[in-house]
């Protein structure tokens, strides 16, 4: 096997341009020789028994100008869902306060904009102020930043920002038309810029090639700097959304994405995000196993359900996995 596929050590991560034809190539590899490279890769830069648990709120919710293909929120669709206005501040905190206990150490808050608008950043502000005096990490999605609210982001102290590329270059226009896959990078770029962690993924099952797939991967892990924080969601059908009826993604594959996200990107934390309650336990521990290392808590994502404490609980204790402590700064 040449030696330029055969990286497992961290510090090699940064220098790395990854040729879609080389990740193309380990996609492909007979799926025990895959499982066996993910879990090298993932045991010499981690715990591999520790999972990051991570817990979001909608704090504006539905309405959105948007017209991402998979969403509930978005306004181009019927979903029936209602839309409501930014939460209050307290109650955010309140509900932190509540994942906290619940054994979250991250909280992730996500609306459903285009972009912020400036008459919405001091709350913004205020939340992030709270979520951290709680000791907890944060992390907000909110759409679109430009450089000066990035910078009013990090100022705050925000810890994440996610902001997903989704699919392919190639196959984004088929899913989304009200901005393009630049758009995204160049929030990417700016909130880097800023001096706040990266988290940016995307979704798997919304009709994309493995090719595809296999491309967003590589675009991730070339950015300048790979993204902290790697969420693979697994698409929860709307109905009423553009990708209602879209057919499920083979398990093997998403699998097979899993393992190529942790080699492509040895040091970043890669999340097992939603669609959780349409996998079996198995799938779950296939994934683990594969180098994923992040999930959502809780009984609910922004709109769709997830499994809950009780079920990751005895999940946890079947595979023997264990809470991610928190890093020491936070
Ligand atoms: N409006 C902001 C944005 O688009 O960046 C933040 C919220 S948006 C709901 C966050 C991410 O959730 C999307 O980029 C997408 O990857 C994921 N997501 C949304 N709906 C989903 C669904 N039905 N199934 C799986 N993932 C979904
Ligand atoms: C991400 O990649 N997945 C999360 C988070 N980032 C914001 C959102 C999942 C949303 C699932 C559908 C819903 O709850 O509406
Ligand atoms: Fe709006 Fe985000 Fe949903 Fe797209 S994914 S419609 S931007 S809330």
Redo the contacts with the bound molecule.
């Keep these: 096997m040449p030696g330029k596929l055969n990286r497992t050590v961290a510090t090699e991560q940064e220098s790395k341009r990854w040729i879609p034809s080389d990740a193309k190539t380990i996609y492909n590899l007979p799926f025990n020789d895959l499982l066996y490279r993910a879990q090298t890769v993932h045991r010499a830069n981690f715990d591999p028994n520790a999972v990051q648990m991570s817990r979001l709120l909608s704090i504006k919710t539905g309405g959105?100008a948007?017209d991402?293909g998979?969403?509930?929120?978005s306004a181009h669709y019927p979903t029936g869902l209602k839309a409501s206005k930014l939460m209050e501040v307290e109650r955010v905190i309140a509900e932190a306060r509540k994942a906290k206990e619940g054994g979250a150490t991250r909280y992730c808050m996500?609306?459903?904009?285009r972009s912020p608008k400036d008459r919405d950043m001091d709350a913004i502000v205020a939340m992030v102020h709270g979520v951290k005096a709680l000791g907890m990490e944060t992390c907000m999605?909110?759409?679109m930043l430009s450089p000066d609210q990035s910078a009013a982001l990090a100022d705050a102290g925000l810890d994440y920002y996610?902001?997903?590329i989704?699919t392919s270059e190639r196959f984004y226009s088929e899913i989304i038309t009200t901005r393009t896959f630049a758009d995204r990078l160049e929030t990417l770029s700016n909130v880097r810029d800023a001096g706040i962690k990266v988290c940016a993924g995307?979704?798997l099952g919304m009709g994309e090639t493995a090719d595809d797939r296999i491309s967003m991967l590589v675009t991730l892990a070339n950015l300048p700097s790979p993204p902290e924080s790697v969420p693979i969601?697994m698409?929860?059908p709307?109905p009423g959304s553009k990708l209602a009826d879209a057919a499920p993604v083979d398990p093997i594959e998403f699998v097979r994405t899993i393992a190529l996200a942790r080699i492509l990107m040895p040091q970043s934390h890669v999340r097992l995000s939603?669609?959780r309650t349409e996998m079996t336990d198995e799938m779950q521990a296939l994934c683990f196993f594969a180098g994923a290392n992040s999930i959502f808590v809780g009984d609910a994502l922004?709109t769709?359900d997830n499994p809950g404490e009780d079920h990751d609980a005895g999940l946890f204790r079947r595979l023997g996995l264990k809470p991610m402590a928190l890093e020491p700064n936070t």
């Excluded at 996500?110 to 904009?113: I, K, L, P």
Aim: net charge negative; glycine share 14%; with cysteine.
């Design positions: 959105c948007e991402c998979y969403c509930s929120q996500g609306a459903a904009w999605t909110l759409g996610n902001h997903n989704d995307g979704i969601n698409l929860i709307i939603a669609g922004l769709a």
